[in-house]
């Protein structure tokens, strides 16, 4: 137990509560600062919703789903934003009310769109075979009413240059406008007694984040609604995607919440300002939400030269902390077992992790006093997907230890053998 609720940056630079970390949970674990994950919250909500009130945040499960994190997150208010009958599931077990998750994702079983639509969710389907599962409950259910939402894909290029991660020039996910497919399924559900169409969904993937293509993403589907007449019309879903807090190492000059806020708001009040009822602005964040609420520490184990490079190995992997692998080096911090001999001598060392694949590299090229037998490492932002991609490959997961109020959490135990290989799946 930490003896006063200081940060959780201040409180992993002690040495002698990592060592009694690890007697606990090994040589290397997650660490998740529930504080910062509540201002990052607070801070989100209020860019957002003191210039339009009727504003929701749907936590984007996928980006992280320890059903701790979610958990908190449902306590602040999120509703839960789910890709799959799996995660629909956890957002139920860990006590979301079902009015309260948002069912998107481009693979939906007639199960899962039965199932949203009779618990009440946010359904928006995806494509024209989901439509057809939604028409069919509707006529089977005739005297149930219904609410349903559409994904739309359209050209959000400027100049003719698509903003969409690795330049890809249209998204693949969504019911074309330009093509005719959004119209078809337009066409046949409006049509039924029971159903009413209430929200439209526009995610996009985008390699820069910049508010310009959520002004875009928000103004395109505000049309729909006029050229369309959704009468019916409840959310205006602009999808996720946004900057978060993001250290100057890896990205500077990032937009604010406030700069997201106050760009998507001017359009929602613009369109809708002088309706009695206006629709809800849904956002989706993933990234942005908890990247910053996460730190991954990893004992030293060995330094080693090869052909005059340096190598310090961890109790760790790539992927732990980047599962893309991507080449940046993460914010990180060396916690020394001793006392600095105050040299502050600078040297060059790659930090390597335990897999035997030769790139699991850690960081590449760090400048600074080489790290000790027995220190530990501290990486920085790795909150998102990290935990969700980590493979089960060579050991087992590592346990994740919350921090709030000055106490410590076990969120997840380190994975044992029986986990890993659960007896119930293999065959032995």
């Given at each position: 137990?930490i003896?006063n609720?200081?940060?959780?940056?201040?409180?992993?630079q002690?040495?002698?509560?990592?060592?009694n970390?690890?007697q606990?949970?090994?040589?290397?674990?997650?660490?998740?600062?529930?504080?910062?994950?509540?201002?990052?919250?607070?801070k989100?909500?209020?860019?957002?919703?003191?210039?339009?009130e009727?504003?929701i945040?749907g936590y984007?499960?996928?980006?992280?789903?320890?059903?701790?994190?979610?958990?908190?997150?449902?306590?602040l208010?999120?509703?839960?934003?789910?890709?799959?009958?799996?995660e629909?599931?956890?957002?139920?077990?860990?006590?979301v009310v079902p009015t309260k998750?948002?069912?998107n994702?481009?693979?939906k079983?007639?199960?899962?769109?039965?199932?949203?639509?009779?618990?009440?969710?946010?359904?928006n389907?995806?494509?024209?075979?989901e439509?057809?599962?939604?028409?069919e409950?509707c006529?089977?259910n005739?005297?149930t009413?219904f609410?349903?939402g559409f994904?739309v894909?359209?050209d959000?290029s400027?100049?003719?240059?698509?903003?969409l991660v690795?330049?890809?020039?249209?998204?693949?996910?969504?019911m074309?406008v330009?093509n005719g497919?959004?119209?078809?399924?337009?066409k046949?559900?409006?049509?039924l007694?029971?159903?009413?169409i209430?929200?439209?969904?526009?995610?996009?993937?985008t390699?820069?984040?910049s508010?310009?293509?959520?002004?875009?993403?928000?103004?395109?589907?505000c049309?729909?609604v006029?050229?369309y007449?959704?009468t019916d019309?409840?959310?205006?879903?602009?999808?996720?995607g946004?900057f978060?807090?993001?250290p100057?190492s890896?990205?500077s000059?990032?937009?604010?919440?406030?700069?997201y806020g106050e760009?998507?708001c001017?359009?929602?009040?613009?369109?809708f300002?002088?309706?009695k009822?206006?629709?809800?602005?849904?956002?989706?964040p993933?990234?942005?939400?908890?990247a910053?609420t996460?730190?991954?520490?990893?004992?030293v184990v060995?330094?080693?030269n090869i052909?005059?490079?340096?190598?310090?190995l961890v109790?760790?992997?790539?992927?732990?902390?980047?599962?893309t692998?991507?080449?940046?080096?993460?914010?990180?911090r060396v916690?020394?077992?001793?006392v600095?001999?105050?040299?502050?001598?600078?040297d060059?060392y790659?930090?390597?992790?335990?897999?035997?694949?030769?790139?699991?590299y850690?960081?590449?090229?760090?400048?600074?006093?080489?790290p000790l037998i027995?220190?530990?490492?501290?990486f920085?932002?790795v909150g998102?997907?990290t935990?969700?991609?980590n493979?089960?490959f060579?050991?087992?997961?590592p346990?994740?230890v919350?921090?709030?109020?000055?106490?410590?959490?076990?969120a997840?135990k380190k994975e044992?053998?029986?986990?890993?290989f659960?007896?119930?799946l293999?065959?032995?």
């Open positions: 137990m003896t609720s200081t940060e959780l940056s201040t409180y992993s002690n040495y002698k509560t990592l060592s970390l690890e606990e949970h090994g040589s290397s674990f997650y660490l998740l600062d529930i504080d910062r994950l509540q201002m990052n919250y607070k989100m909500e209020t860019a957002f919703k003191s210039r339009y009727k504003f945040i984007s499960y996928k980006t992280n789903y320890i059903p701790y994190l979610c958990k908190e997150l449902d306590k208010g999120a509703y839960a934003e789910v890709v799959s009958k799996l629909y599931d956890l957002a139920l077990k860990i006590g998750i948002i069912f994702g481009p693979l079983t007639k199960y899962d769109i039965e199932t949203a639509l009779n618990m009440g969710s946010i359904l389907i995806d494509s024209t075979y439509m057809k599962y939604v028409k409950h006529l089977q005739p005297d009413s609410k349903v994904r894909n359209f959000i400027t100049n003719g240059v698509s903003p690795e330049g890809f020039e249209k998204s693949r996910f969504g074309c330009e497919s959004f119209q078809l399924v337009w046949q559900l409006k049509e007694p029971n159903l009413k209430t929200g439209l969904h526009g995610h996009f993937s390699a820069n984040r508010v310009s293509t959520f002004e875009k993403i928000t103004q395109s589907l049309d729909i006029k050229e007449k959704l019309l409840e959310y205006i879903d602009i999808g996720g946004i978060g807090e993001v100057r890896l990205i000059n990032t937009p604010t919440f406030d700069d760009a998507v001017k359009i929602m009040n613009k369109e300002g002088d309706k009822e206006k629709p809800y602005l849904i956002l989706e993933g990234i942005s939400m908890v910053n996460f730190q991954f520490v990893a004992k060995e330094t080693k052909r005059n490079e340096t190598f310090v109790d760790g992997s790539v992927h732990n902390i980047k599962p692998m991507h080449k940046k080096n993460l914010p990180m916690i020394r077992s001793s600095d001999d105050g040299s502050n001598r600078s060059t790659h930090i390597v992790g335990y897999t035997c694949l030769e790139k699991d850690l960081a590449c090229d760090v400048k600074s006093q080489m027995g220190d530990f490492i501290i920085e932002n998102a997907y935990l969700v991609f493979p089960p060579i050991k087992e997961r346990a994740v919350a921090f709030y109020d000055g106490k410590t959490t076990i997840r044992s053998f029986k986990e890993f659960n007896d119930k293999y065959q032995f």
